[in-house]
């Protein structure tokens, strides 16, 4: 939790390739102006927002006239930052977030611990390498930088699908959803959710 008392932040990054800024609010109603620069990426954080009930705003300006990776990373690098940040000490949160999401043929899970060892574990097999202009694993490298930054463990798992975009969608709102369920307050609850009394 930030100064201000609310469950905020926000991060600038600016390197040779990319200026990103991420502002990132875990307690709110799905709020999103997002100009990444990768439309593809838009409508993904847009659903990750909605569905998670968050407000999210991101600026982006990057290489994509290469491709869209370096964009796709940063973004991800500062909204890890931003929800480490946001979550302060991690007192009274609930810390682990479960969401199965289905999407017309697919079925998605992501499962979450707000745990301070970030971790990735990522099973997908998706049937095309790009969907529109967007590459399938940028997936990949988006929800790795996710973790390593926001300190988190992560699965996500397609269970099944046949359609590529249907697939990555059900993971994004998967995510939005166990994200919210993790970071939630538990009424009741002010100690920090660790036997160790440290996460």
């Known amino acids: 939790m930030n100064d201000t008392g609310t469950?905020?932040?926000?991060?600038?990054?600016?390197?040779?390739?990319?200026?990103?800024?991420?502002?990132?609010?875990?307690?709110?109603?799905?709020?999103?102006?997002?100009?990444?620069?990768?439309?593809?990426l838009d409508h993904m954080l847009?659903?990750?927002a909605v569905h998670g009930r968050f407000d999210l705003q991101v600026?982006?300006?990057?290489?994509?006239?290469?491709?869209?990776?370096?964009?796709?990373?940063d973004i991800a690098i500062a909204l890890g930052g931003c929800l480490k940040e946001a979550l302060g000490d991690k007192r009274g949160i609930r810390r682990y977030g479960?969401?199965?999401?289905?999407?017309?043929?697919?079925?998605?899970?992501?499962?979450i611990d707000v745990s301070n060892r970030p971790h990735l574990e990522y099973r997908?097999?998706?049937?095309?390498?790009?969907?529109?202009?967007?590459?399938?694993?940028?997936?990949?490298?988006?929800?790795?930088?996710l973790a390593l930054e926001g300190r988190i463990t992560l699965h996500a798992i397609v269970h099944y699908g046949a359609n590529t975009h249907h697939?990555?969608?059900?993971?994004f709102k998967a995510l939005g959803r166990a994200?919210?369920?993790?970071?939630?307050?538990?009424?009741?609850?002010?100690?920090?959710?660790?036997?160790k009394g440290l996460l």
């Not at 994200?179 to 036997?195: H, I, M, Q």
């Open 124 to 145: 997908a097999d998706y049937p095309s390498k790009e969907t529109g202009r967007f590459q399938t694993e940028l997936v990949h490298e988006f929800l790795w930088k």
């Open 167 to 171: 697939m990555i969608e059900a993971v």
């Open 59 to 73: 600026h982006a300006v990057g290489d994509t006239h290469i491709d869209d990776h370096h964009t796709v990373e």
């Open 46 to 48: 847009h659903l990750f």
């Open 7 to 40: 469950r905020k932040a926000s991060i600038a990054r600016k390197t040779g390739e990319t200026d990103v800024r991420v502002t990132f609010a875990l307690d709110g109603a799905g709020a999103c102006e997002l100009q990444t620069g990768v439309p593809f």
């Open 98 to 111: 479960n969401a199965f999401v289905p999407m017309d043929e697919t079925l998605a899970q992501v499962v």
């Open 179 to 195: 994200l919210n369920e993790a970071t939630s307050l538990e009424p009741g609850r002010t100690d920090v959710p660790s036997s």
